[in-house]
């Protein structure tokens, strides 16, 4: 009976650990540490914006969000103090890295080599006061990522990979990394915490919507 | 007690009667920058002759008899020109956070079984037991026999796996092995032993049902497909 007792206990709360697992606590440092080692995965879209627009768009401090939905890229930098937003686009390469990774390589270097579209590739929009306000208040730094991990296998889809928001709050030379996967919210009761995620999924998105790069192809 | 015999008698021939798979070579190539890993299955193999149907050979769950259960997230059977033989394809993600094939997936895929591993100067030293993993990749890995003895207490390790002694609770010989890290592409390949393999035959499948894409393969195709067409 006793047995039986511990089997049912590990086995109710063995989603709980699973769900402990896959999104982070306000400054959990074992998380925070991850994502912050030397080849941390936002280093790669760093790379990448660099190499097409400059190495100066990562000069200042602010909060860097990389945003990429349906094989396009997009990185917005926000100035805690000013409503300007400066914002990159990558050009559209027609494919996702997910079933040939080798191709899509070779594909975006091709691309990258032009760098003469670069100017048709960037725009600075203005936020409202409410939105600037709304957006230093979500501290996406503060919850450093949600990944696949977290959600069940019924709402899996694998087009999410390539919906993601990612990037880093830089101050005084450090960056604070954060790295959130969409996730379709199938669930009646969710944890709290994913309400930081679907917030910033929100506000980018809402951003993301009213964004076009003539030219930009 | 007659009917646990019965039952006994009954799963030892279901077990005998289904045909077992095989690969004669495995090669796993790690994209750091996604976190994604793509296994292949080169000459899949059949214990039994005559035309395999599709849900005997359905691709994730050869996957997950290859390569262990990973995060498959699309998997597929293609016929692979160069050998005119079947060849299997997973595609896994590891969480994409941590840049660390060592999270089962890529060292996990090529030798199944406990192993213990340690990251030192820029290297994952790995340190397993058992049969020894023929490499063909002409990456040095600086893969080496540490010792014969089948009891650990019988061995000395490196210090740093010295300090993982209570972690080893595997039979010796013992190898070890080296990777480097922090690398933007790895890329992989082994083979296996031809005595496992003694009687298998490549795979026979109907062509029309190749490629046999699962349902997570053919979402994505379709996905690149959609984006390919977009304005």
Redesign the interface.
């Known amino acids: 009976m006793r047995a039986l007792y511990i089997f049912v206990t590990i086995f109710v709360a063995l989603p709980a650990f699973v769900k402990a697992s896959c999104f982070s606590e306000q400054n959990d440092e074992v998380f925070v540490q991850?994502?912050s080692?030397?080849?941390?995965?936002f280093e790669?879209r760093v790379k990448l914006f660099s190499a097409f627009f400059g190495e100066s768009v990562f000069g200042e401090d602010g909060l860097f969000v990389f945003y990429e939905k349906?094989?396009l890229q997009r990185l917005f930098v926000f100035d805690q103090n000013q409503n300007s937003v400066k914002t990159y686009q990558l050009p559209?390469l027609?494919?996702?890295?997910?079933?040939n990774?080798e191709m899509y390589i070779e594909k975006r270097n091709t691309v990258l080599a032009r760098k003469e579209r670069a100017e048709s590739c960037r725009q600075t929009i203005f936020l409202d006061s409410a939105t600037h306000a709304n957006l230093w208040q979500l501290r996406m730094e503060k919850h450093a990522?949600l990944?696949?991990?977290c959600i069940t296998q019924k709402n899996l889809?694998?087009?999410q990979?390539?919906h993601v928001i990612m990037g880093f709050m830089q101050q005084h030379g450090s960056r604070k990394p954060f790295?959130f996967i969409k996730f379709e919210n199938y669930e009646k009761k969710m944890p709290e915490m994913f309400e930081a995620y679907t917030k910033s999924f929100d506000m980018i998105e809402n951003l993301d919507d009213k964004i076009v790069f003539e030219g930009c192809q | 007690m007659k009917k646990f015999s019965l039952l006994v008698v009954i799963l030892l021939f279901i077990s005998c009667a289904a045909p077992q798979y095989g690969i004669e070579r495995r090669k796993a190539d790690y994209f750091d920058e996604w976190g994604l890993v793509r296994l292949t299955g080169l000459n899949v193999l059949s214990s039994v002759s005559g035309v395999a149907s599709a849900e005997d050979v359905a691709p994730e769950k050869l996957c997950a008899e290859f390569f262990g259960y990973l995060n498959v997230y699309g998997a597929r059977l293609y016929l692979d020109d160069s050998t005119g033989n079947v060849s299997l394809e997973c595609l896994a993600l590891i969480v994409p956070i941590k840049s660390s094939f060592t999270e089962g997936a890529f060292i996990g895929s090529m030798k199944r079984g406990p192993k213990v591993w340690v990251k030192e100067d820029s290297l994952y030293h790995i340190l397993y037991g058992g049969k020894e993993i023929k490499f063909l990749s002409e990456e040095n890995l600086h893969h080496r026999l540490v010792c014969q003895e089948k009891e650990k207490d019988s061995c000395h390790f490196e210090n740093r796996f010295e300090r993982e002694r209570d972690n080893i609770d595997f039979k010796g010989p013992y190898y070890e092995l080296s990777i480097p890290a922090n690398r933007p592409f790895f890329s992989l390949m082994t083979l296996t032993d031809p005595k496992d393999l003694k009687g298998y035959k490549p795979l026979k499948l109907d062509p029309s049902i190749l490629p046999l894409e699962s349902p997570g393969y053919k979402k994505l195709r379709e996905y690149e497909e959609s984006l390919a067409n977009r304005k």
């Open positions: 991850s994502l080692g030397s080849h941390a995965i790669y349906n094989g559209r027609k494919m996702s890295p997910w079933l990774p990522f990944s696949n991990r889809d694998p087009r990979f390539n790295y």
